[in-house]
Every structure is written in C-alpha cells, then in structure tokens.
C-alpha cells in the first residue's frame, strides 16, 4: 500500500547533518569524476547504477549494469600460440533508466540544459546515506542567461525488491517565474568514453545491443535488447508518478534505443515540480524468456514498485539495513563460547 504522502515529501527535504552514516561531496568534482561515481555508486547484487549526475553530464563512465550481463568480443594475436583465448567477455551496460535532464529557459523563449560546467553554481551537494541507502543531491543553479532553479534528487537502488531501482527529481523556480522541460531518459546503446592510454583496459564494446522491442503507454516505457554473441536478453521497464502546477504537458515517443518522457510548463517561485521514476531490470538467455513476456514481466514490476510509493521503497530500504547493520558490526554480533578444557 502506498505510504503516507507527507513521509513521501520529506524523502526529498534537507539532508539530515552528518552522524557517522554519511558521506558528502559539496563541490561538482569536475576533475574526478570517476572516483566521485564511485563512491556514489548504488548497488543490490543483481542491478547497478553509477553514481552519475541525474542529467548524465558531465561524467566519467556512465552506465547502470546487471550482474552477469555481458557481450563477447574476438581476441586477436600477432601469432596464435597453445591455449590463448579466442573470446573475451566484457561487462556491458544494460539500457539506463537513471537518467533525468532538465533544460530552463523564458517563457516563449530557447532553454539552456542543465550543465554544473556552466552557469553559475551557488550549491552542489550529494551525500551517500549508509543507514538509508540511498544518494541525496541538491543543486541551485543559475542557467547562463540569468534562470535561477533549485533542484532536489534522491536515488535508491532496492535491497528487498531485486529488479527494482528509483528516483525522485524536483525542481524548483527561486527567484523569479521560469519556463522548465524535464525529460526523463531510458536509453540503451550510451556512449562510453574511450580514455585509457593502458594498452590492458579492455576496449569499449560500441552499440553491444540490438533492440528488440519497445512500448510506450501514458507516463510508461519498455525497451528489450538482446546482445549478439553472448546470446542474452535484458528488458528494462520505467513507470513514472508526477505531481506538479497547473498547465503542465506530458509528452512521450519511443524509438528502438530510447524511451522518454518529457514535462514542460512554467514555474513561479514557491511552485515545485516532481518527477518520480520507477524502474524494473531482468534479464535472461536468447533461448529462455521470449520478448514478449520478459517485456510484460518488467511493466508489471515497475508498475508494482509505483503502487508502493517511493515512501514505501525507502521505508523498505531502511528496514532492510537496519536489519544488516544490526549485526554488521563484531561487537553486536554474540560471540560463540571458548571451548572446554
């Protein structure tokens, strides 16, 4: 049953100060990007999402993955020798459904996405929160030409619900009233940097999948690809809640690699827009699951973890740690008795 909206709101409000649970980054970190989506990584065992901004830019490897997902790629030699591999298997990213974009602009006139590297940026905060797990960030922003908006995230991948991760977006005009276009992203096949000089990283894989199919239905997508050597199939559903003014449009389209929904309209300081995603992840062999039913599998998944609520998942979430760490620490843990003489 979905949660009380008021413990909904507050999911989104001013991080709590730090207690020894939490750790914090208050600067874009432009030039450690690799190691900032690390840290901010979240993760269940079966899906993962880099610690990537919402808007996907600037970044350092992009990508949310699955456990056992992976193309293969032939491996070459200046001459074959006894027992060298002829195949390598290579981890590559499942379609991404963290991605969440926001571009700001007046009203009648041309919007500036959201960019940390331009503007002017007042606050930037993201915290990892280890007793909640779940990433909080908070972002005020002045766009180049003069748009200020405040923008308020918190991610969580699900303990108890294994296909299941989610996010919750705000935005917020400050200031004076701003025309906003927020469109959330499932998109497949992501450009991934090549920037090792390391002749031993492992090459990129470019478009390592090939889709299958693709439904869009009112605020709602799925995408299933499959990968053509290692014969898998992955399926990846979004089921999305939004609260925001009057006047507001919602628009959706969906092409072989992309799903997306976007919102548009036009926010007067004190007004909030909300944007919550829901997405569901399996995946299974070419010869297991057939398209159709995998698709259906990840739409009733996604709609399931709607019908929860995003209060519902981080009530969840925090119950399942809560039972973890109760017995993390070897103090708490009861300790067996010596043995007899």
């Not at 503007?119 to 909080?136: S, Y």
């Not at 981080?314 to 067996?336: I, N």
């Amino acid at each position: 049953m979905p949660s009380d909206p008021s413990a909904d709101r507050q999911s989104s409000g001013p991080v709590p100060p730090d207690d020894g649970w939490r750790i914090r980054r208050t600067e874009a970190d432009l030039d450690r990007l690799g190691e900032t989506e690390s840290v901010f990584a979240l993760g269940n065992g079966w899906v993962g999402w880099r610690g990537n901004l919402d808007e996907g830019v600037p970044c350092g490897m992009p990508g949310s993955y699955l456990n056992g997902f992976h193309e293969q790629r032939e491996l070459t030699y200046p001459e074959d020798g006894y027992a060298f591999p002829q195949r390598s298997d290579t981890v590559v990213s499942a379609q991404n459904a963290a991605l969440i974009r926001l571009w700001v602009g007046p009203g009648g006139g041309p919007r500036e996405p959201l960019d940390v590297r331009t503007g002017t940026l007042r606050q930037h905060e993201r915290v990892l929160d280890l007793r909640a797990g779940v990433v909080h960030r908070r972002t005020d922003w002045t766009s180049p030409g003069g748009h200020r908006v405040r923008i308020t995230s918190t991610r969580l991948v699900s303990l108890p619900r294994r296909p299941i991760a989610a996010v919750r977006y705000a935005v917020e005009a400050v200031d004076a009233p701003v025309d906003v276009r927020v469109c959330s992203d499932l998109l497949a096949n992501e450009r991934v940097p090549e920037n090792s000089d390391d002749p031993r990283a492992a090459s990129v894989i470019h478009d390592p999948l090939t889709a299958e199919a693709g439904r869009a239905g009112g605020l709602d997508g799925v995408l299933v690809h499959r990968t053509a050597r290692s014969a898998q199939r992955v399926a990846v559903a979004v089921a999305h809640d939004l609260a925001a003014p009057d006047g507001f449009t919602t628009d959706t389209d969906c092409t072989p690699d992309r799903f997306w929904l976007a919102v548009g309209g036009r926010l007067c300081p004190g007004e909030r827009l909300e944007l919550t995603k829901f997405a569901a992840y399996e995946c299974a062999t070419v010869d297991g699951t057939p398209t159709d039913e995998l698709a259906d599998l990840v739409a009733d998944e996604a709609d399931a973890a709607r019908a929860e609520g995003f209060a519902g998942l981080l009530a969840a979430q925090r119950a399942a740690l809560d039972a973890a760490w109760a017995t993390a620490d070897g103090a708490a843990v009861p300790t067996r008795p010596p043995p007899r003489p």
